[in-house]
């Protein structure tokens, strides 16, 4: 079982940063892939960051140049800086870890308040 536990949300006034981390505990498979992802009330998740296990980086064209996605492997942890945070940046921050199988676990989620 693997576990996922995500800290750093809170509320920040637009044109502020946060940093978001993912630690994943338990019996961990070797990782393929690190991201997070948002949802926003009345919105459908999307993704925001991904790491993949050779270190790639995939963003959402609204982040690009404002987050950066980064992971400690020896700390099972993935990161995520957000600086320039603006108000439509408000949601649910869910961390996801993609195994090699195919199966992906997901955090219990974190609050992101950007404020006007």
């Known amino acids: 079982q693997v576990q996922l536990v995500e800290s750093g949300g809170g509320l920040v006034q637009a044109g502020g940063s946060l940093r978001l981390s993912c630690t994943a505990s338990g019996t961990i498979f070797s990782i393929n892939a690190l991201g997070w992802y948002r949802q926003a009330p009345g919105k459908q998740r999307e993704l925001v960051a991904a790491i993949t296990r050779g270190s790639s980086t995939n963003y959402a064209d609204s982040v690009k140049g404002r987050f950066t996605i980064s992971r400690n492997n020896a700390k099972n942890t993935v990161y995520l800086q957000m600086n320039s945070l603006k108000p439509e940046d408000t949601a649910v921050y869910y961390c996801?870890?993609?195994?090699?199988?195919?199966?992906?676990?997901w955090g219990q989620g974190t609050q992101v308040t950007v404020s006007s």
């Open positions: 996801n870890l993609e195994i090699i199988t195919g199966v992906d676990y």
